[in-house]
């Protein structure tokens, strides 16, 4: 699991706030990898080589009521509006890296919020805040659906 952003730019900060809050989650498994990704873009790419799934947390402005909650996966992630997330491009580089190199993962989800603001402030905005705890949930929801599936196709 990759959480994005910038802890100095408010709303931003989105995906590196929820990974600190899932490194203490009890929900988390311990054997998913939890990875602060930053602002770092390719230099992740060594750090991610390899999974078979990646579940990417990060602000996407897609234009909502600031704190909705999006989902990506699949196409519709070739179809994110233009610089949708603050690092659409630095993740846009990193998949296709990846796919270049011929270990991009079989599945990507990205779930996040819509920001209010990516202004200086180490703090979430109100709205944003209070979808933290939905944004968890959403996030405990996809790694139960990929348990399952891994339990389901284990033979017996």
Known sequence: ??????????????????????QKDPRVDARVTLLDGGT??????PHLMGFPRLLVIDAVDVGEVPGTLVRFEGKALDGLPGKASVHQLGFA???????????????????????LSTGW????????????????????????????????????
């Open 93 to 115: 580089d990193l998949m296709v890296a990846m796919k270049l190199l011929g270990d991009a993962p079989e599945e990507v989800v990205v779930l996040g919020a819509q920001p």
């Open 40 to 45: 770092l873009g390719l230099n992740l790419l």
């Open 121 to 156: 402030s180490a703090e979430l905005t109100p709205p944003v805040h209070e979808a933290l705890a939905g944004l968890l949930d959403c996030v405990i929801a996809q790694l139960d659906v990929w348990a399952a599936r891994l339990i389901a196709a284990t033979p017996a």
């Open 1 to 22: 699991m990759l959480g994005l952003g910038n802890l100095l730019h408010a709303d931003d900060g989105l995906g590196v706030h929820a990974i600190q809050r899932l």
